[in-house]
């Protein structure tokens, strides 16, 4: 990564916030709930915290978002780039009283990793750590994550499921006194929050029990005063970052945007891509609306079809809506759980097999806990577009593909890519910053040669489709 250089600094407006880098040394260690907490606790005291989640998320966000009542964003230096990132953090400076970064799986994990963008934007860090079960040992994990490298400055330490007064004595005599223990916090069910198979519970299908959870956070927070332990975060300078221009590619097209509880996996910065180019973007629901908006282009996201796969199946005068848009040649994106929507059936974690869109030839198989993830660019013929995939589903029966994802590191080939017609499916999320461009194509590339393939049976175990 290449870090800017004292000339490029001095030449940019610079704005000072206090921030700080919510880590661990592992996935698990509760850093969504306690992000979560510090930013309740700190709303309760009227200040304005701006929370960014590391690494690709759709779920964390949605959980933050509500916490902090703040749009929250993903930051990903290989995703997105480096520019993106620090456009973002030097706009949240100058409306915020604290930026928060939740990290992602471990503190070094990735590449790049939640230490490479602390150390890159010079935020100060805080371990996050389940202490249950050990004592001096916690402390000997956060003092060698703490030294492990020189570019890092750790602030401090925070022991979750803390088990009494003892507990938290041994652990901070044991620590070294340039690494203090912030908080510790004692075991509280009533604060985790609720998970399913891909990770947590979507926000809006449990706002009323998160809020419960969230003031329950902050008020054992506010108790272990954490809250004063961080009155003192230095000052850090993120400075502007001009982004080329967005061309008005999609001046007047109308998009079409999948979007409930089962279709939510959806980044604002796509979102606010798409307008910036000048579509106009139409909302609907598969669950719930009967009647396809009056659109150019279509959008069908990730999110949880398995889970609403009967009531989507159920909604036949969408599905022969959707089915005459495609026939007539429209754009539609298709990414993961709207890639399942497009095939002929998905089957669900109870094994019941649904009916869906049979745009393209081929059945989606949820399985359980195993599931396939990572970093790939989408090597499309409109150009190359980053993002990442994260799915415990398997398709069978599909065409052959146009082309695969292409992995970060690993040479092996990444996740299917399917054009059928007007229609661009794969498991694949694409970050649409980017490639502007390419984005803009996809929406605007129809067909005319779009046909409904003929049923056909499911091939066994052994024609089954996944990346790995």
């Known amino acids: 990564m290449s870090k800017p250089t004292l000339s490029d600094t001095m030449s940019r407006r610079r704005a000072l916030c206090p921030a700080l880098f919510l880590s661990a040394p592992a996935s698990g260690q509760g850093k969504t709930t306690i992000s979560a907490g510090i930013a309740r606790l700190l709303k309760r005291q009227g200040k304005v915290v701006r929370v960014f989640k590391t690494g690709p998320d759709y779920l964390d966000p949605q959980i933050l978002a509500q916490a902090s009542d703040q749009q929250v964003e993903p930051l990903d230096m290989w995703m997105a780039g480096q520019d993106w990132c620090r456009h973002k953090l030097y706009q949240a400076a100058q409306e915020a009283d604290l930026i928060l970064i939740e990290g992602a799986m471990g503190m070094f994990d990735g590449e790049p990793s939640s230490a490479d ?8 860090i805080v371990i996050i750590m389940d202490v249950k079960g050990m ?11 703490a030294s492990f490298r020189d570019d890092c400055h750790v602030y401090g330490l925070i022991a979750n499921k803390c088990g009494s007064e003892r507990h938290r004595q041994l652990i901070e005599d ?4 340039s690494l203090p223990l912030l908080a510790a916090l004692e075991r509280g069910e009533n604060i985790a929050l609720p998970e399913r198979h891909l990770g947590l519970v979507q926000a809006c299908e449990v706002q009323d029990q998160l809020e419960s959870r969230f003031e329950a956070a902050a008020d054992l927070l506010a108790k272990a005063e954490l809250d004063k332990a961080l009155a003192n975060l230095p000052q850090c300078e993120f400075y502007e970052q001009d982004l080329p221009p967005i061309a008005p590619l999609l001046t007047g097209l109308k998009i079409g945007i999948a979007r409930d509880a089962a279709f939510s996996f959806i980044y604002q910065a796509n979102v606010q891509l798409l307008e910036d180019m000048g579509a106009q973007l139409r909302f609907f629901s598969p669950l719930q609306d009967s009647d396809l908006p009056a659109v150019d282009a279509l959008w069908l996201p990730g999110g949880y079809p398995e889970l609403h796969a009967a009531q989507l199946a159920n909604n036949h005068n969408l599905i022969t809506q959707i089915k005459a848009f495609f026939i007539a040649g429209k754009a539609i994106l298709a990414e993961c759980g709207g890639f399942l929507y497009c095939l002929q059936s998905l089957t669900d974690l109870d094994q019941i097999e649904h009916p869906m869109l049979g745009l393209m030839a081929g059945h989606g198989v949820m ?18 577009v980053r993002g990442h995939a994260h799915h415990r589903s398997r398709s069978c029966d599909t065409p052959e593909p146009i082309a695969y994802g292409k992995r970060q590191r690993h040479p ?15 498991y694949l999320h694409l970050f649409f910053p980017s490639n502007p461009e390419a984005v803009a194509k996809i929406f605007t590339t129809n067909s005319f040669d779009c046909a409904i393939p003929e049923a056909k049976e499911k091939t066994t175990e052994k024609g089954i489709n996944s990346a790995y």
């Open 367 to 384: 399985r359980g806990k195993r599931g396939c993830q990572g970093m790939q660019t989408a090597l499309l013929p409109e150009g190359e």
């Open 412 to 426: 092996a080939p990444g996740e299917a890519i399917y054009r059928q017609g007007s229609l661009i499916a794969s």
């Open 135 to 145: 004592a001096q040992t916690a402390a000997a994990i956060a003092h060698g994550l």
């Open 174 to 177: 044991a620590l070294p006194e």
């Open 117 to 124: 963008l602390a150390a890159y934007f010079k935020i100060p």
